[in-house]
């Protein structure tokens, strides 16, 4: 059986790395995106070949649509040394950062990075993707618990991540004709880097989070990736155009 393979935006960290990691204990062969810190990139694709998988790291700006051409070009030309073809099978909208800003204070700055990287980005380069995604191959978005719940400060990062869900269930509707399903997944509050440190390191933050979560406690990295691998599995090949939030049942 053929090899697959997925590329994960922002693998170098946090969720995007968990990701990575168990994409490849299922078996795929994994590329990740970093956007300046190619040392944790490379410690990234170090663990995924000690799993035996095959690994690569690329640099990408996942906000810059203009470098997509030269990015997917760059992908395609490894793969096809690699593997006799440049497509891959599953494409993983991970890579973002984080914006606390309440509505009053929020620039237009502000608001373009966040949609820019949030949602024109993964707009852009998933449909530059199409040509190199495989028929029967999957595109997994990263929302957030934030497009269904409100937390003050958060508007214009949660609104792009409403977007992206919209966006969703019209790829799973436009590419289900290529046997290529799409689908959302929408952690809650995660303790990792993301956003500072806001959740993993401010400690009446992290005890908040776990007041108003059914199961005790914010979330971890290995709380979510094991979710995106399943999506990519054969197991889930009849799940297309869903929301699966993964926050331990947070505001329920």
């Not at 906000?63 to 099978?89: C, M, Y």
């Not at 709380?223 to 009849?238: K, N, P, Q, T, Y």
Request: proline share 2%; aromatic share 8%; net charge negative.
């Amino acid at each position: 059986m053929k090899t697959k393979i997925a590329l994960v935006t922002g693998g170098s960290r946090g969720l995007g790395k968990n990701m990575a990691l168990r994409l490849a204990e299922k078996g795929n062969d994994v590329i990740i995106t970093y956007k300046q810190n190619k040392e944790e990139a490379d410690k990234v694709v170090a663990e995924i070949q000690a799993l035996g998988r095959n690994a690569f790291a690329l640099q990408l700006n996942a906000g810059d649509v203009a470098s997509f051409d030269s990015f997917l070009t760059t992908v395609g030309e490894h793969l096809n040394e690699k593997t006799g073809s440049p497509k891959f099978d599953f494409l993983i909208n991970n890579a973002g950062t984080g914006l606390y800003s309440s509505f009053a204070e929020t620039t237009e700055q502000d608001f373009d990075d966040i949609v820019n990287l949030h949602y024109k980005g993964v707009y852009f380069l998933t449909q530059k993707a199409l040509a190199y995604i495989n028929d029967g191959g999957r595109i997994v978005n990263i929302s957030s618990g934030l497009a269904r719940f409100s937390f003050p400060g958060s508007s214009a990062y949660a609104s792009a991540k409403g977007a992206i869900e919209v966006l969703t269930r019209y790829l799973a509707k436009e590419l289900g004709g290529r046997g290529i399903t799409a689908n959302v997944v929408a952690p809650g509050a995660i303790e990792t880097d993301f956003g500072g440190g806001h959740v993993r390191d401010n400690a009446d933050t992290n005890k908040q989070i776990a007041s108003v979560t059914a199961l005790g406690r914010a979330g971890l990295p290995d709380d979510i990736g094991g979710v995106v691998a399943f999506l990519c599995s054969e197991d889930a090949r009849w799940v297309n155009g869903q929301r699966i939030e993964v926050s331990g049942g947070m505001l329920i």
